[in-house]
């Protein structure tokens, strides 16, 4: 790595760490350098898992959990779920529009 890679990505370490979040666009004015090389920067960083990339940015790095198997969320308190979808049945009329998110619960609302 050169000495002004070393040291552009250790100015991009300290910004984390001060604001938790950076940006593509600011960090290539600040550093002037061009988008692309920040970017390759921040992708090296998310492989040394440094940082969370997120398009046109990154955060600190934070290791991301992975949910439950849906199957096992589906069965877990699945009478509450049910009994839930069900009151929310008799809410909606004939005629009404609804958004319904991905989830668990909503499952039964079917």
């Known amino acids: ?25 600011e960090l290539s004015e600040y550093l002037r350098v061009s988008p692309e090389t920040i970017r390759r920067d921040l992708d090296e960083l998310a492989q040394m898992k440094l940082v969370n990339r997120f398009h046109g940015g990154a955060t600190l790095y934070k290791k991301v959990e992975k949910e439950p198997v849906f199957e096992q969320k589906l069965q877990s308190n699945s009478i509450a779920k049910k009994r839930i979808a069900k009151e929310a049945a008799t809410r909606i009329e004939n005629g009404d529009i609804i958004a319904v ?5 909503t499952v039964y609302l079917f």
Not at 14 to 24: A, G, P, Q, R, Y
Not at 101 to 105: A, E, H, I
């Open 1 to 25: 790595m050169s000495k002004v890679k070393h040291v552009r990505i250790q100015m991009i370490e300290e910004l984390l760490k001060t604001n938790k979040k950076v940006f593509v666009k």
């Open 101 to 105: 998110d991905v989830g668990s619960t």
